[in-house]
């Protein structure tokens, strides 16, 4: 099983990105799937899931801005975030909600949103 994040980087506040997990060694089309962060000293939170059938999920810290959405024929997950503030700065990860705890985690892709 494994999980690789992309598409990280440094933009200016109320800019946009858009981040791509792949997945593989699991049957990801029957998956759901989620995407976390984590800012330093803070624990891991979710933001955003997706169901095998599409129906997505946000905290109410990122609903509105972000949107996530899957290819599964890519085994792909993505997370396109808009309108970025600085408290989303953080090291973005993907896993499977129902089983983060036997999927190893990804090395995660870093966000920084200067202000």
């Known amino acids: 099983v ?23 060694g699991f049957m990801f089309n029957i998956n759901t799937m989620g995407w976390y962060r984590q800012a330093p000293g803070k624990q891991r939170e979710l933001v955003a899931t997706i169901t095998s059938g599409g129906t997505s999920n946000y905290a109410d810290s990122v609903k509105g801005r972000f949107t996530i959405s899957r290819d599964n024929a890519k085994n792909t997950v993505y997370l396109q975030m808009n309108n970025l503030k600085p408290e989303d700065a953080a090291v973005y990860y993907c896993n499977r909600p129902m089983y983060s705890n036997r999927t190893p985690w990804g090395q995660g892709t870093q966000v920084t949103v200067s202000s």
């Open 2 to 24: 494994q999980l690789v994040e992309s598409g990280g980087g440094l933009v200016q506040a109320g800019g946009s990105l858009r981040l791509s997990c792949t997945a593989s």
